[in-house]
């Protein structure tokens, strides 16, 4: 579990799982998801907050956005749910000031300039939240966030270095190494980079 790590780690940050406030999540509620929330509340020090979701039918992306609206915090990075964490991050958040701060999707480049949400660093407000909102509601189903994000940030991105942040677990499988690396010179140690 990624907040298992993030505690084992001893990160700094706050560590937050948002939920739709709709879900019943106490000690007393008879669901898994409640179960795994106050476990997670209780065993990693998360906090749970509840979030309302703004969604159009047959969307499930709309959700994200309410990271954007999580105004008590200065900074928010934001790691999609299949993440694992192997060492801490918090080094992320001295990153110089930027509204929005991604790496780009290394697995793409060079043949396509993409960055990739999968880890997010943001400075929330509500208008940014408003933009992104506004984005999201508009675009089509078959959009993903990586999509959204870039065409609304691409020019005005922070690049995070995707090295040591961003390893696709097929890097391991492959042969060929030179977008993750970024330099030809450089032989591929899986043991290193892992």
């Known amino acids: 579990m990624l907040f ?23 000690e007393t509620a008879d669901s898994r998801e409640s179960n795994r929330f106050c476990y997670a509340r ?12 703004q969604m159009k039918s047959g969307s499930d992306k709309l959700h994200k956005t309410a990271r954007f609206n999580q105004t008590e915090y ?12 192997l060492q801490t991050m918090d080094e992320i958040f001295l990153a110089p000031s930027s509204p929005v701060a991604m790496p780009l999707a290394y697995w793409m480049y060079p043949n396509k300039r993409t960055f990739t949400p999968a880890l997010l660093l943001i400075q929330p407000s509500a208008a940014a939240f408003d933009r ?47 977008a993750y690396l970024g330099n030809p010179g450089e032989s591929w140690d899986a043991e290193q980079v892992f």
């Not at 990693?44 to 907050?49: E, T």
């Not at 200065?74 to 964490?85: C, E, P």
């Open 4 to 26: 298992e790590n993030l505690r084992r780690l001893e990160n700094k940050a706050d560590r937050v799982l948002m939920y739709p406030s709709d879900w019943s999540v106490s």
């Open 42 to 53: 209780d065993h990693y020090g998360v906090k749970l907050k509840p979030v309302e979701i």
């Open 74 to 85: 200065d900074r928010v990075l934001n790691l999609d749910s299949d993440a694992t964490t």
């Open 132 to 178: 992104t909102m506004d984005a999201s509601s508009s675009a089509d189903s078959s959009i993903y966030d990586m999509e959204i994000m870039n065409n609304m940030h691409k020019d005005t991105t922070l690049t995070i270095p995707h090295r040591p942040y961003i390893l696709l677990v097929r890097e391991f499988r492959s042969n060929k190494h030179e």
